[in-house]
């Protein structure tokens, strides 16, 4: 299933922040993305309502299996380029901002290549 980029932003900012503190909330991932909090608000209502994140009683928000899967895939891609163009000698805030844009509009297959490419051969 295609979804929109933002909501792919979103997912992917509910995984990077779990992986850095071990929780996320909404003000996190407004903090993360610097959107405001009834934006972020909305957007979570929006990712709750199509079944790609919970939240419980406390506010804390997990991703379900759909929502994992996207942003992972996202995350992957993300991180992949932005180490990829920091090699390359780009800044590590540009690289980082670049690869936030290629990685929503990059093919699979490319990826795929370009992942093959990049990881060492073992």
């Known amino acids: 299933m295609k979804i929109q980029e933002s909501a792919e932003d979103y997912l992917e900012a509910i995984l990077a922040i779990r992986e850095k503190k071990g929780t996320a909330r909404s003000i996190d991932v407004a903090h993360h993305l610097n959107y405001s909090k009834p934006s972020v608000s909305r957007a979570m209502s929006l990712l709750r309502e199509n ?3 919970t939240m419980d009683k406390d506010g804390l928000l997990d991703l379900t299996d759909a929502g ?11 991180r992949l380029l932005t180490e990829w163009l920091t090699a ?6 540009v690289a ?10 990059i093919s699979e297959e490319t990826f795929a290549r370009l992942k ?7």
């Open 51 to 53: 079944g790609y994140v």
């Open 68 to 78: 994992m899967a996207i942003a992972a895939r996202i995350y992957e891609r993300h």
């Open 88 to 93: 390359l000698g780009v800044s590590p805030e």
């Open 96 to 105: 980082a901002e670049d690869a936030c844009r290629i990685e929503h509009d």
């Open 116 to 122: 093959a490419h990049i990881a060492p051969k073992e």
